[in-house]
């Protein structure tokens, strides 16, 4: 059960920081709607967060295996 | 159970407390520069348009994750073994 | 009391936020005082902050009942 | 008591240590441009300034809203019902 | 302490976490332009290496500190009284 | 027991904010291995922050006592 807790934290940490830069990049001066080119925006820099997110966690994880096989 | 309703109804509370001061620095930063001696009416349409665009955003996002979990699961494995 | 703890949690939270974002805008490089100009920077800033939360406030709330109305 | 003393005591100073660190991160921005083979004296004296500005920041933004509270209340409400 | 080394581990994990979520902000923000219909390669790569350099200079200023400490303790005093 | 834990969560929070600003100032592109360059501009990076560290600290502690007095 804890282990769903953190899956979920970690999940909603993703969607924060995602939400906060696509918004950032795509949102210049907020207006009346989301409009098409907005949201096509959003679209693919969520996409290519999570594969930024993606490559640095294999990264990450690979850097780490190699430390443990070299101790 | 009463008391536990209590706790989850004072964290979702604090929960949309943190997003608005969150929301606040966000807008506030898009839409105020210098401060002058009143928040002038272009300001005040720039941060309602703020919030309601990054709601906006913030459900597109969800709502296409849904989407494409629904297809195939995205979220699946923790990032740190 | 846990209401009174939350209260007391948010006003900091936005004190905190306000300080920060107010010291930024308004000391460029930081002097052997508060000068006259500063401090009235710092006054129409914190206003200025005030206000953008009470607007966001409201706008998150007006968003939140229209979304709970469509339910 | 002695316990509950202690951890008051604890507390505090961790909050003490968290606003030395984020006036660090601050005037380091605001101080120190290109790190150099020593602390120049300028970068010395802005730093020692911007630790005394800030705290005058945050006590003159603390004094004026004890004033306006005085008047009338301005963190009345929650922010989200 | 089977259920210790429980929670050890997943604190362990979520730190992990929380650091793949920073260095994903942190090399975005070097590697990653205006987001195209896909990660082009050199965006990868300069995501990998960003992971990388960032864990070298994390582990460059751990053993410096370490030596420097061996020499004369540092970080002897907490910053508030 | 609890004093260490807060002294080793303040020596961590100072690594974990230097290690950030340092790689921030340091490491413009990052490449195939930290260059010799790299590591000075860590080097000096590290010793000014601390320095900055120490200073700041300092400040803070002799601003407390000043008011203390005051009070």
Redesign the interface.
Known sequence: QMKVQIAVANAQELLQRMTDKCFRKCIGKPGGSLNNSEQKCIAMCMDRYMDAWNTVSRAYNSRLQRERANM | PQLQR??EV?AQ??R?????????????E???GK?????DGR??V?????????????Q???N??EQSRRARP??SE????
Chains 1, 3, 6 share one sequence.
Not at chain 2, 46 to 58: G, P, Q
């Open positions: 209590f706790v004072e509370r604090q949309a407390q943190l997003l608005v001061h969150h929301m606040t620095e966000l807008c506030w898009k839409c105020v401060p002058g001696p009143r928040l300001a005040e720039c941060l309602v348009n703020c919030v309601e665009r990054f709601i906006d955003t913030s597109f996002i969800l296409r994750l995205v979220l923790s990032a740190a073994d």
